[in-house]
C-alpha cells in the first residue's frame, strides 16, 4: 500500500492506494497557521481502519517551504558570491547578509583569479558577529570548477549548514545558482524540524514506511536526501497534479492539463503523453531558481475566487476571500455563480442566490447576468493564459539545425480536468474550448493520488573538458581526471553509471532506475589550426512518471 | 534587473555545421558565448527575451541575390536558417514586440555580393541584405542605414547597396591593404545614383577602443544624423577584438559595448569573430547589455588590461586624419558636380575571387542612370563552375521608364541563348524568377 499527501492551497488531500486501487482517499481543509496539524488529521483519516505496518512508502508534497519563502519567514542566510566581471553581482543581492569576493573563473573553468582571502575573512567574520550559522556559497561557474565555491566552504567550518552552488545544479546561471542556494539555506532549519515533525506523527501513528518528499519536477527524493535540498520541495504541487493525472489517465497525445481548485487553477502541457519540464527552473518569489519543475502556470482561478462587480464589468479572482456563500461564506464565488445559473446544486443554493442578488442590488446588473459574466470572464482568464502557454512553448529557442527541422509543434486538442470543481465546470470549459474534456474517476484527490505513485527522479549534467582532462558531475560532486582520448561515448556510459550509483545510494528500488540520455554534444576545440581537445556535455535524467508497481495497480 | 529598451535576442548556434572541422567557422564558434550568456542570466533579465530563428523562403533570397545556378545550389539549410534568423530579428522589431533586436546567428553573411555563385569569406548569402530588403517589401521603410563594424571590409553588403541611395552603407574596418579582401577605401562612395551612401572608414592596425569610438563620433554619428535614416542595422562583426585570431586590432568589449551604446541601432546581425574563447563571449555580453540599456562597465575580458591595450599617439593622428577625408569626401557627393546623361548605361566590370569555395567570377555590371528611381541593373556573369548568365533588377521603387527598360533586357536575353541562365528580380511587381 502506498500513502500519498498533498497539501493545498485550501484542501490537504490524502490517498492510500493498493493492489486492489484505491481503497482511501481524505480532504481536509488546510491549516495554514500549523500544516502539520491538517496534515497529521489528513494521516488519521486515511488510516482509519487500515494497518499502518502494511504501508510501504509515503510520499508527500507540501507548500511549507514556499510558504516560507513567500511570506518572508525565513532563517538570515550568509551569502558569499565570487563573480568576477560580467554583470555586477551586486545586481543579485539577496537577504540582508550579501558579500561579493573578488575572484573569477571562466567559461572553460580555468582559475583566472584567486579568492581575495582578505574580503572573504571580512564577510565571514561580519556574518558571525550578526550570529548568522547558515550560509550559501556561490560562485560563477562553479559548475565548471567549484575550486572557489569548496575553499569558502571549507572556511565555514563552525556553521551549521552552508548551501554550496554548484551541488544543487549542473546548470549554468550563476543568478539562479544564488537565489536557489539562498533560499535552500533560508528554508533548512525550518524544513528539518518539520520533516523530523512528519517522521513522529507517522511513527506514533504505527507507519514505519520510508517517506519521500514530492519536488517540483513530479519526482520524488527520500526525506533523509531533502534535508539538505530543502529547496527542492518548493512548488511541487502542480507536479503532483499532473502525476495524477497521468496515473489516472492514459494520455498519449499532445494535451493539457487543468487542475482547477478552491483558490487557484493549474495548467500542465503534455507532448505525446509526456509532460513538459521547465527548461531552467521554477520562478518563486520574482527570483529565478535552479529548481528543476515541470511546466506548470498556477492563476488565481478556483471554484472560491471572489466575484467583484466594478464599473459595470463583472470580475472574479485571484483573491479568495472564504469559501463560497452556499458553504457558509460571505462573499459570492464561482462556485455560487455556478448555483444561480443551475449547472449545479451545491449545498445552500439559496445563500448563492441571495449573495449574488446583494451584488445585483449594488450594481443593477441582474443576478442571472453577473453569474454568467463571472463564469465567462474566468473561462477566458483560463483560455487565455493555456493558448500563452502553447504559444511560448512553441516559440521556445533551438539550438541546432536538425532541432531547428525537426521542431515539434504543440497541438493539444484534449484537455483533462482534474480538481474540487473539476465534474461541474467540464461543460463549460469544453464550451469555451471546443475541445475534447475528459475529467478522470478521482478526479478531486489526484494530486493526492500523484503523490503517492511518482517515482524518485534525478538530473544530471556531465561536462568533460580533454584538453584540461577534467570531468565534472556538478551535483553529485564528481571532478576527477580524465585521459585525453576520453570521448562522447565514454561519457554517455559515466553519466549512466553516475547515475546508477547514487540511485541505488539513496536506496532506489533497481526497477525504478530508467535512465534517459536527453541531451549529447561533443564540440572539438581548435587553437591555430590544431584540434586540441573535445568540450563533451551530456545531460540525462531519471524521467519523471509513475512507479512500476503503480502501473499494475491502476491499470495503465 | 530590468533592461531599458526591450530587446530580442534570436540565438541560433547551429551547433550542428561547420564549413570544416578545422575552420574557424565551426560548430563550436557561438559555444562559449551561450556559455557565458546563460550563466549570467541574461535571458532571465526583464525585458531581454530569447526567440526561434524563422527559415528564409526561396523568394527571401532571390528579392536580394542573383544566385546561380539557383539558390539550392549555393545554400544549405543553416544559411536559410541564419537568414531567417536576421528576418525574424527584424519582425520583432518591425512588429513592435521589442525595441530592439540581437541576431546571433552563424553563418555569417557581409561577404556575399549581388551575384552569388559560392562562397567567399566564409558567406554565401548576405544575411543583412536579406533581411533589409525583406523589411522594405513587407513594412512601410525607405531609409536604412547599415554599420558594419566588422574589422573586414563589409564588400558584399557594399556591392549589394552600391547603386541604392536610400541605403547608407558605413563601414569600419581594418585597412584594406592590410587584411581582406583589400577593397574598402575611402574613396569607395557608391554608384552613380547613390553617391555619397556608401561610406568606408578604413582603420589602421593596431586601432584601440580610443580610435573606434572617434571614428563613431567624427564619421559614423554625424553622417547618420545628416542622412536621418528610419531604421539603423549593425553588422556587428567582433573581430577587431585585441584576441581575434585573424585580425590585426586592439578593440576590447568594454569598447564594442561603448560603440553599440553610441550607435544606438534598432538591430545588430553578428558577424564574423573568431576569438571563440577570448573574445566572442565577453564582447556579445557588452553588446547585449548595451542595447538593452544596462550597465556594462563590469564587463571584461580575463586578460584585459587597458595599459596593453593603449593606442599610439601616431595611430591617433592618423585616424583624425582618415576622418578628416571622409568627411571631405561625403560632403563632396552632395555637390551637383560631374553627373552622367539620364538613360544610359554606366558600366563597371568586376572579377571576384570566391576564396572559401577557390571559385574565380567576370562580372559586367551595368546601370541605368536615372534621375527618378534607383535605376534599372543588369549583371553579365561568369565564373569557373556557371557558363555566362544574366541577372536583371527592377528597384523597388522603379519609374516606368526603368521598369518598361528592365523588360525589354528580359525579352533581349530570352529570345536568344547567350546566357544558360537568366534571373530577373522584379521589385515593383514583386516577382523574383530564374529562367
Given at each position: 500500500?502506498?500513502?500519498?499527501?498533498?497539501?493545498?492551497?485550501?484542501?490537504?488531500?490524502?490517498?492510500?492506494?493498493?493492489?486492489?486501487?484505491?481503497?482511501?482517499?481524505?480532504?481536509?481543509?488546510?491549516?495554514?497557521?500549523?500544516?502539520?496539524?491538517?496534515?497529521?488529521?489528513?494521516?488519521?483519516?486515511?488510516?482509519?481502519?487500515?494497518?499502518?505496518?502494511?504501508?510501504?512508502?509515503?510520499?508527500?508534497?507540501?507548500?511549507?517551504?514556499?510558504?516560507?519563502?513567500?511570506?518572508?519567514?525565513?532563517?538570515?542566510?550568509?551569502?558569499?558570491?565570487?563573480?568576477?566581471?560580467?554583470?555586477?553581482?551586486?545586481?543579485?543581492s539577496i537577504g540582508s547578509q550579501y558579500y561579493t569576493i573578488g575572484g573569477q573563473i571562466d567559461h572553460r573553468g580555468t582559475e583566472i583569479?584567486?579568492?581575495?582571502?582578505?574580503?572573504?575573512?571580512?564577510?565571514?567574520?561580519k556574518c558571525r558577529k550578526k550570529g548568522i550559522k547558515v550560509f550559501a556559497v556561490i560562485s560563477k561557474f562553479s559548475t565548471r570548477n567549484p575550486?572557489?565555491?569548496?575553499?569558502?566552504?571549507?572556511?565555514?567550518?563552525?556553521?551549521?549548514?552552508?548551501?554550496?552552488?554548484?551541488?544543487?545544479?549542473?546548470?549554468?546561471?550563476?543568478?539562479?545558482?544564488?537565489?536557489?542556494?539562498?533560499?535552500?539555506?533560508?528554508?533548512?532549519?525550518?524544513?528539518?524540524?518539520?520533516?523530523?515533525?512528519?517522521?513522529?506523527?507517522?511513527?506514533?501513528?504505527?507507519?514505519?514506511?520510508?517517506?519521500?518528499?514530492?519536488?517540483?519536477?513530479?519526482?520524488?527524493?527520500?526525506?533523509?536526501?531533502?534535508?539538505?535540498?530543502?529547496?527542492?520541495?518548493?512548488?511541487?504541487?502542480?507536479?503532483?497534479?499532473?502525476?495524477?493525472?497521468?496515473?489516472?489517465?492514459?494520455i498519449t497525445e499532445d494535451a493539457v492539463m487543468l487542475d482547477i481548485g478552491g483558490t487557484s487553477c493549474d495548467i500542465a502541457l503534455f507532448a505525446d503523453g509526456a509532460p513538459l519540464i521547465e527548461k531552467d527552473g521554477i520562478r518563486l518569489n520574482t527570483h529565478n531558481t535552479l529548481v528543476r519543475s515541470l511546466k506548470t502556470k498556477s492563476i488565481g482561478i478556483g471554484g472560491d475566487s471572489a466575484i467583484k462587480v466594478e464599473g459595470g464589468t463583472v470580475t472574479a479572482g485571484p483573491q479568495r476571500l472564504g469559501m463560497s456563500m452556499a458553504e457558509g461564506g460571505h462573499n459570492p464565488t464561482i462556485i455560487d455563480a455556478l448555483n444561480v445559473i443551475g449547472t449545479i446544486n451545491f449545498k445552500d443554493t439559496e445563500r448563492s442566490r441571495?449573495?449574488?442578488?446583494?451584488?445585483?442590488?449594488?450594481?443593477?446588473?441582474?443576478?442571472?447576468?453577473?453569474?454568467?459574466?463571472?463564469?465567462?470572464?474566468?473561462?477566458?482568464?483560463?483560455?487565455?493564459?493555456?493558448?500563452?502557454?502553447?504559444?511560448e512553448v512553441n516559440a521556445r529557442p533551438v539550438y541546432t539545425i536538425h532541432e531547428f527541422l525537426k521542431g515539434k509543434v504543440l497541438k493539444p486538442k484534449t484537455i483533462y480536468l482534474i480538481g474540487g470543481p473539476a465534474k461541474t465546470l467540464a461543460h463549460h470549459i469544453t464550451q469555451r474550448f471546443g475541445w475534447n474534456v475528459k475529467v478522470p474517476q478521482y478526479a478531486e484527490v489526484a494530486n493526492a493520488i500523484g503523490a503517492a505513485v511518482a517515482r524518485t527522479t534525478v538530473d544530471i549534467e556531465l561536462f568533460a573538458d580533454t584538453q584540461r582532462g577534467r570531468l565534472l558531475v556538478p551535483n553529485l560532486n564528481v571532478n576527477i581526471r580524465i585521459p585525453q582520448h576520453y570521448d562522447v561515448d565514454n561519457a554517455i556510459e559515466d553519466a549512466t553509471n553516475y547515475m546508477m550509483q547514487y540511485l541505488e545510494s539513496i536506496g532506489v528500488d533497481e526497477k525504478e532506475r530508467e535512465i534517459e540520455i536527453l541531451q549529447v554534444y561533443s564540440f572539438n576545440m581548435v587553437e591555430g589550426f590544431e584540434t586540441t581537445g573535445k568540450n563533451i556535455r551530456v545531460h540525462c535524467q531519471v524521467k519523471p512518471g509513475i512507479l512500476h508497481q503503480c502501473r499494475d495497480i491502476l491499470k495503465i | 534587473m530590468k533592461a531599458k529598451s526591450t530587446l530580442g535576442i534570436v540565438f541560433f548556434p547551429a551547433f550542428d555545421w561547420a564549413i570544416h572541422p578545422l575552420h574557424p567557422e565551426r560548430e563550436e564558434r557561438l559555444l562559449y558565448t551561450l556559455d557565458q550568456l546563460n550563466e549570467e542570466g541574461v535571458f532571465d533579465i526583464e525585458g531581454i527575451m530569447q526567440y526561434k530563428p524563422d527559415i528564409a523562403s526561396h523568394d527571401d533570397i532571390m528579392r536580394t541575390h542573383f544566385c546561380f545556378p539557383d539558390v539550392a545550389k549555393v545554400t544549405t539549410e543553416s544559411h536559410?536558417?541564419?537568414?531567417?534568423?536576421?528576418?525574424?530579428?527584424?519582425?520583432?522589431?518591425?512588429?513592435?514586440?521589442?525595441?530592439?533586436?540581437?541576431?546571433?546567428?552563424?553563418?555569417?553573411?557581409?561577404?556575399?555580393?549581388?551575384?552569388?555563385?559560392?562562397?567567399?569569406?566564409?558567406?554565401?548569402i548576405n544575411i543583412e541584405a536579406v533581411m533589409v530588403e525583406y523589411i522594405r517589401e513587407h513594412y512601410n521603410v525607405k531609409k536604412i542605414a547599415i554599420v558594419d563594424t566588422d574589422c573586414h571590409h563589409g564588400d558584399g553588403t557594399q556591392d549589394i547597396y552600391w547603386h541604392d541611395r536610400d541605403v547608407m552603407y558605413i563601414?569600419?574596418?581594418?585597412?584594406?591593404?592590410?587584411?581582406?579582401?583589400?577593397?574598402?577605401?575611402?574613396?569607395?562612395?557608391?554608384?552613380?545614383?547613390?553617391?555619397?551612401?556608401?561610406?568606408?572608414?578604413?582603420?589602421?592596425?593596431?586601432?584601440?577602443?580610443?580610435?573606434?569610438?572617434?571614428?563613431?563620433?567624427?564619421?559614423?554619428?554625424?553622417?547618420?544624423?545628416?542622412?536621418?535614416?528610419?531604421?539603423?542595422?549593425?553588422?556587428?562583426?567582433?573581430?577587431?577584438?585585441?584576441?581575434?585570431?585573424?585580425?590585426?586590432?586592439?578593440f576590447s568589449a568594454l569598447g564594442y559595448a561603448k560603440l553599440t551604446e553610441m550607435l544606438n541601432a534598432d538591430i545588430a546581425v553578428l558577424e564574423g569573430g573568431y576569438s571563440i574563447q577570448g573574445a566572442l563571449p565577453y564582447v556579445n555580453l557588452?553588446?547585449?547589455l548595451a542595447m538593452a540599456g544596462l550597465d556594462y562597465?563590469?564587463?571584461?575580458?580575463?586578460?584585459?588590461?587597458?595599459?596593453?591595450?593603449?593606442?599610439?599617439?601616431?595611430?591617433?593622428?592618423?585616424?583624425?586624419?582618415?576622418?578628416?577625408?571622409?568627411?571631405?569626401?561625403?560632403?563632396?557627393?552632395?555637390?551637383?558636380?560631374?553627373?552622367?546623361?539620364?538613360?544610359?548605361?554606366?558600366?563597371?566590370?568586376?572579377?571576384?575571387?570566391?576564396?572559401?569555395?577557390?571559385?574565380?567570377?567576370?562580372?559586367?555590371?551595368?546601370?541605368?542612370?536615372?534621375?527618378?528611381?534607383?535605376g534599372v541593373l543588369k549583371i553579365e556573369t561568369t565564373s569557373t563552375v556557371n557558363p555566362l548568365s544574366l541577372g536583371i533588377e527592377i528597384p523597388l521603387d522603379a519609374c516606368d521608364r526603368c521598369q518598361k527598360e528592365g523588360y525589354r533586357l528580359l525579352d533581349n536575353a530570352l529570345s536568344g541563348d547567350r546566357y544558360k541562365y537568366v534571373q530577373l528580380i522584379d521589385r515593383r511587381n514583386k516577382k523574383y524568377v530564374l529562367y
Open positions: 500500500m502506498y500513502l500519498g499527501l498533498d497539501v493545498g492551497g485550501t484542501h490537504t488531500d490524502a490517498v492510500i492506494i493498493h493492489r486492489s486501487g484505491i481503497v482511501a482517499h481524505t480532504k481536509v481543509a488546510t491549516t495554514h497557521h500549523n500544516l502539520l496539524e491538517c496534515i497529521n488529521q489528513a494521516f488519521k483519516n486515511v488510516l482509519t481502519g487500515i494497518d499502518p505496518s502494511l504501508i510501504k512508502r509515503v510520499n508527500l508534497s507540501t507548500t511549507l517551504t514556499t510558504n516560507a519563502i513567500i511570506e518572508n519567514k525565513c532563517e538570515e542566510v550568509g551569502v558569499l558570491v565570487s563573480g568576477g566581471p560580467g554583470i555586477n553581482p551586486l545586481h543579485y583569479t584567486l579568492l581575495n582571502l582578505k574580503q572573504l575573512e571580512k564577510a565571514i567574520k575550486v572557489h565555491e569548496q575553499y569558502i566552504q571549507q572556511k565555514l567550518d563552525d556553521a551549521d549548514f552552508i548551501s554550496v552552488g554548484h551541488t544543487l545544479s549542473g546548470n549554468l546561471n550563476f543568478p539562479r545558482r544564488i537565489a536557489t542556494a539562498y533560499y535552500n539555506a533560508a528554508v533548512w532549519r525550518l524544513y528539518n524540524k518539520f520533516s523530523h515533525a512528519i517522521e513522529e506523527s507517522l511513527r506514533e501513528l504505527g507507519a514505519i514506511a520510508p517517506v519521500n518528499i514530492l519536488k517540483a519536477d513530479g519526482g520524488t527524493i527520500p526525506l533523509h536526501v531533502s534535508r539538505t535540498v530543502p529547496v527542492e520541495s518548493i512548488l511541487s504541487g502542480p507536479a503532483a497534479s499532473v502525476i495524477g493525472t497521468m496515473a489516472l489517465c492514459n441571495e449573495g449574488m442578488y446583494a451584488l445585483e442590488k449594488k450594481s443593477g446588473i441582474s443576478s442571472q447576468d453577473i453569474a454568467q459574466q463571472a463564469i465567462t470572464y474566468a473561462l477566458d482568464i483560463i483560455y487565455n493564459e493555456v493558448m500563452a502557454m502553447i504559444d | 536559410l536558417i541564419s537568414a531567417g534568423g536576421t528576418i525574424k530579428a527584424a519582425t520583432l522589431v518591425m512588429d513592435k514586440i521589442v525595441n530592439k533586436s540581437f541576431a546571433l546567428v552563424r553563418p555569417p553573411g557581409h561577404h556575399a555580393m549581388k551575384v552569388v555563385h559560392g562562397a567567399r569569406g566564409f558567406c554565401n563601414s569600419m574596418h581594418q585597412d584594406g591593404r592590410t587584411l581582406y579582401p583589400g577593397t574598402g577605401a575611402i574613396h569607395e562612395l557608391g554608384g552613380p545614383n547613390a553617391l555619397g551612401t556608401t561610406i568606408n572608414i578604413p582603420l589602421p592596425p593596431n586601432t584601440s577602443d580610443e580610435g573606434f569610438l572617434m571614428a563613431m563620433e567624427r564619421v559614423v554619428v554625424p553622417i547618420l544624423k545628416d542622412f536621418k535614416p528610419d531604421l539603423i542595422i549593425n553588422s556587428a562583426g567582433q573581430d577587431n577584438h585585441y584576441s581575434d585570431p585573424i585580425t590585426n586590432m586592439n557588452g553588446i547585449t562597465l563590469y564587463v571584461h575580458e580575463p586578460d584585459y588590461s587597458q595599459k596593453d591595450l593603449t593606442q599610439d599617439k601616431e595611430i591617433t593622428k592618423y585616424i583624425k586624419r582618415v576622418c578628416d577625408q571622409v568627411m571631405k569626401r561625403y560632403e563632396e557627393c552632395k555637390k551637383p558636380s560631374f553627373k552622367l546623361m539620364p538613360g544610359n548605361y554606366d558600366v563597371r566590370k568586376k572579377e571576384i575571387y570566391y576564396d572559401t569555395d577557390n571559385i574565380r567570377e567576370m562580372q559586367l555590371e551595368s546601370i541605368m542612370v536615372c534621375e527618378e528611381c534607383r
